[in-house]
């Protein structure tokens, strides 16, 4: 009997596991549309990470099959082309060509590299900390600056494809969007706690509960990031030489051209409006959606035709894509689900018990919403569980707050979509990464935050 060959098995998993789901029971609220979007998610989610169809054919996939379905129509299916997120990609894709054609991004890499002692741990942690510093001045939106610093780190470094560029990359992913979590994040929490008005009319957020209530995360990303270079070694040799090494090639490029010192003009105008964009009200993703067209001007040429020839356009899909799975879920009510199964199996339980439940079905449900999807969906659901289990509010929200961030596929977040977007990572070992990140963190909220949490009044 001939056996099965590894892309046969991966075909087979594909089909089995969303057939499965399609055969769980229907009830009141896991409707017929529910089971069919899960097994249609499930499906295209496999697609992607065993990477059995080109990025492009199972990124186009993914809303074709939600409307020939007959799941959503057409406004639904296709609504990411009329939001935001999927051009600001474009504009970000555009801009890192242009910044790796003319040399800035060496030149900035090379400068943060020396900086931070030229060595493997120093550039991640280096990355680490420039996140930390990002996320305060820009009140949680540095995620986007952060993928583009782990890019041009390892553009710079000419690594390969492969465990050092991989973790580089998730220093940037975490530096961008794990700070957010220990710290101010505007929108999230305006979300949070709108919605836990809706059941608690006087509830407010500070500016500063995140960072009192969740300040112990910043130790545990600094003990988690030793661990993860310690599995992950540093092979290649140009980590190794040393500072004086990128001291010297950053001496060795001389004084900036007529295009870098443009350049930076741009850059410099996109961080000051990142910057200001909390005290304006303007969205972070317009900056990118308007800048780096300038490049292109009379006067300026920069950027020409053949910098957006080579635009990864599947990566643009790919981001599409992922973004319709929220999109759909949120349409045909799978907050509603979440909610209707988890209270009842909760009531009565140990706090502890309580916060690693919510925890894991936050984690769960991020597979097919985004983080802010979650926080405004389910914050006031988690939070109504929680004062029914004698809790403080906020308390229940907290567990939802980290599922945004323990990401294990690259469509689960908007940073973890540009970061596999711009090709430093391979999926497999994002899926390893991010597997080993959101145990890790479900390990110390129960472990760790749950006593802190008491410690600090919150619980």
Known sequence: MAKLNSSTVKWLT????????????????????????FSITIFAILLVGFELLPLLVASIFIPTAYLLSGLVDSTVAFSVFTGDTVWMILGLLILAEVLDKIGLLERISLFCISKCGGSYTGVIYGILFTGFVLNIATFGNAYIIMVMVSYGVVKTLDLPIGKESALIGFAGFMGGMSWSCTFYDAVRNSLVETNIRTIMPDFTIQWYDMAVYNGLLG??????????????????????????????????????????????????????????????????????????????????????EGTVKKVNFSMILFVAGCLTIGNVGNALGISKLITTTVTPMLAGHHHVVALGALNIVGVIANLFMTPYALAAALSAPFAQIAMELGMNPLSGVMPLILAGDQVIFPHESAPSVFLYSVGIIKMKDFIVIGT???????????????PFWKFTGLL
Not at 436 to 450: H, P
């Open 14 to 37: 594909c089909f089995l596991i969303p057939l499965t789901i399609f055969c769980i029971p229907l009830s009141e609220v896991y409707t017929p549309h529910l089971r069919l979007f």
């Open 219 to 304: 130790l545990f990303l600094l003990v988690l990031v030793a661990f993860l270079i310690k599995l992950f070694p540093c092979e290649h040799e140009v980590l190794k030489r040393g500072k004086e090494y990128f001291t010297n090639r950053y001496k060795d490029l001389g004084a900036m051209s007529k295009d870098q010192r443009i350049v930076s003009v741009v850059v410099s105008l996109m961080m000051i409006y990142l910057f200001t964009s909390s005290l304006t009200g303007l969205k972070p993703a317009y900056a990118f959606m308007t800048l780096p067209y300038l490049l292109f001007l009379p006067g300026i040429n920069v950027a020409n």
């Open 436 to 450: 080993i990140k959101t145990v890790a963190t479900f390990l110390f909220l129960l472990i760790g935050l749950y």
